[in-house]
């Protein structure tokens, strides 16, 4: 059973910077693409960032390209989500998700097997 734990949200001014970690207890990280996704109030789960298998290959939504870098440690099992120049849109619970795949990325949330339990990720203006 793959277990995702997500730790690093907290209340920010608008314009910082935060950084998320999601250790995944598997055997195999390598064998995992990894994404990260956020749920606002009233809104639907929309993906933020993925990253394939082996860290070549990255995605980020167009609402956070240029600000947010999604990035992987093999050795520590985890994956980031460094949030840079924060803004009040960026509020919500921001989950790690994992899908067993080689190649690619994964966007689509229902293609996922495994997720967090999510953090909050609050900026104010």
């Known amino acids: 059973q793959v277990q995702l734990v997500e730790s690093g949200g907290g209340l920010v001014q608008a314009g910082t910077s935060l950084r998320l970690s999601c250790a995944a207890s598997?055997?195999?990280?390598?064998?995992?693409?990894m994404g990260w996704f956020r749920q606002a109030p009233g809104k639907e789960r929309e993906i933020v960032a993925a990253?394939?298998?082996?860290?070549?290959?990255?995605y980020y939504s167009d609402s956070v390209k240029g600000r947010f870098t999604i990035s992987r440690d093999s050795a520590k099992k985890t994956v980031y989500l460094q949030m840079n120049s924060l803004k009040p849109e960026d509020t919500a619970v921001y989950y790690c998700a994992a899908r067993p795949a080689r190649v690619g990325v994964t966007l689509s949330s229902a293609r996922y097997n495994y997720w967090g339990q999510g953090t909050q990720v609050t900026v104010s203006s």
């Open positions: 990253i394939s298998s082996t860290g070549g290959s990255t």
């Open positions: 598997v055997r195999t990280f390598s064998s995992y693409v």
